[in-house]
Antibody, heavy 120, light 107 residues
Framework: EVHLVESGGGLVQPGGSLRLSCAAS????????MNWVRQAPGKGLEWVSY????????YYADSVKGRFTISRDNAKNSLYLQMNRLRAVDTAVYYC?????????????WGQGNLVTVSS | EIVLTQSPATLSLSPGERATLSCKAS??????LAWYQQKPGQAPRLLIY???KRATGIPARFSGSGSGTDFTLTISSLEPEDFAVYYC?????????FGQGTRLEIK
């Protein structure tokens, strides 16, 4: 059974940093592209970042470009999101999500979400 | 950036009725469109990928149609568990955007 479990969230001051992790199990992690998606309290979904299966191709939403870094360790079946220079507007539940496959549009498995709160 | 506009914002229907949700893209996304269902406190669940293909385990009452800029999610006969928020999502060159969501509520 596919499982994605996020960790590393919490309370951080504006301008601070946090690193989220997503532990994957139940599938061959190195075969799949991965994403981070966030949801501010009471708001809709916002795509944050994408990484290819090998890690060689990476994309970011304009709202986080230059501040966030996505990475993965296929040997550890793990996905990461390094978040720097955090702002209050980055407060959200962050989800890791698996891409169905390269050829289609859809995220078929999601983690339970991890809350990041940016506040002084 | 491609903008997805969902309508209506809120849809009030009764169990057994048919639900039709719309998603319009600001430019063509071909068939690279997905639909999700989200209930309070839960992660989104993939319903439809590539505009019209049902994800694994999704009941046949859910169907998707459209291509280019106009897409529709149809729920043929609403069950009590279908009342939730629905999002569309597009992918072009691995960049993604979501619609703002349609809340499907019990009338």
């Amino acid at each position: 059974e596919v499982h994605l479990v996020e960790s590393g969230g919490g309370l951080v001051q504006p301008g601070g940093s946090l690193r989220l992790s997503c532990a994957a199990s139940g599938f061959t992690f190195s075969d799949y592209e991965m994403n981070w998606v966030r949801q501010a309290p009471g708001k809709g979904l916002e795509w944050v970042s994408y990484i290819s299966s090998s890690g060689s191709t990476i994309y970011y939403a304009d709202s986080v470009k230059g501040r966030f870094t996505i990475s993965r360790d296929n040997a550890k079946n793990s996905l990461y999101l390094q978040m720097n220079r955090l702002r209050a507007v980055d407060t959200a539940v962050y989800y890791c999500a698996r891409e169905v496959n390269t050829a289609v549009a859809g995220l078929d498995y999601w983690g339970q979400g991890n809350l990041v709160t940016v506040s002084s | 950036e491609i903008v997805l506009t969902q309508s209506p914002a809120t849809l009030s229907l009764s169990p057994g009725e048919r639900a039709t949700l719309s998603c319009k893209a600001s430019q063509s996304v071909r068939s690279y469109l997905a639909w999700y269902q989200q209930k309070p406190g839960q992660a989104p669940r993939l319903l439809i990928y590539d505009a019209s293909k049902r994800a694994t385990g999704i009941p046949a009452r859910f169907s998707g149609s459209g291509s280019g800029t106009d897409f529709t999610l149809t729920i043929s006969s609403l069950e009590p568990e279908d009342f939730a928020v629905y999002y569309c999502q597009q992918r072009t060159n691995w960049l993604k955007t979501f619609g703002q969501g349609t809340r499907l509520e019990i009338k």
